[in-house]
């Protein structure tokens, strides 16, 4: 699931990040864990289909996770 949420929070980010893969898939796995327990708090976690809005969490989370691990390798 991080290599997924990973990838995607990469492709909506615009530009070129200096993170390598072992980074992304690391920042995708904590924003699923992030996304789904920030859903369940919300309580739109568990409908009868695909939980969009989780999706969108993980993956909104996604990208600030990269954008800040750019920033700050950035700065180095």
């Given at each position: 699931m991080g290599i997924v949420i990973g990838?995607?929070?990469?492709?909506?980010?615009?530009?070129r990040q200096h993170t390598g893969v072992l980074?992304?898939?690391l920042?995708?796995?904590a924003a699923a864990f992030l996304g789904t327990a920030i859903a369940a708090g919300l309580g739109v976690a568990d409908s009868k289909g695909i939980d969009w809005i989780e999706w969108l969490l993980q993956i909104g989370l996604t990208v600030v996770g990269?954008?800040?691990l750019t920033c700050v390798k950035s700065r180095r």
């Open positions: 990838a995607l929070g990469r492709l909506v980010l615009p530009g980074w992304t898939v920042v995708g796995i990269i954008a800040a």
